[in-house]
């Protein structure tokens, strides 16, 4: 059974950071690529970045140079450092992996507030 575990959102003041963590199981994790996703109230969901299994990233024009991600095959698990966090930022953010088949976590609030 897959399970995309996230944790690490929470409240934050703007220019503030955190770091997201999705602990996967149930897959070949190596194989898949990650990726970020985030959905803010009456808003579609979207990518925020995505790193492949080669490990070449990708990300929305609005985190560049604020966000990294990255990924420890060794843990089964996909990271999101978020800095210099803007009020626009707030939303749930959830973890996808995706190979011949998308599967997502239940999502981390994440809320960027002063």
């Known amino acids: 059974q897959v399970q995309l575990v996230e944790s690490g959102g929470g409240s934050v003041q703007p220019g503030g950071s955190l770091r997201l963590s999705c602990a996967a199981s149930?897959?070949?994790?190596?194989?898949?690529?990650m990726g970020w996703y985030r959905q803010a109230p009456g808003k579609q969901r979207e990518l925020v970045a995505a790193?492949?299994?080669?490990?070449?990233?990708n990300y929305a024009e609005y985190v560049k140079g604020r966000f990294t991600i990255a990924r420890d095959n060794a843990k089964n698990t996909v990271y999101l450092q978020m800095n210099s966090l803007k009020p626009e930022d707030t939303a749930v953010y959830y973890c996808?992996?995706?190979?011949?088949?998308?599967?997502w976590g239940k999502g981390t609030l994440v809320t960027v507030s002063s």
């Open positions: 996808n992996a995706k190979y011949a088949i998308n599967y």
């Open positions: 149930g897959v070949a994790f190596s194989a898949y690529t």
């Open positions: 790193i492949t299994a080669g490990g070449t990233t």
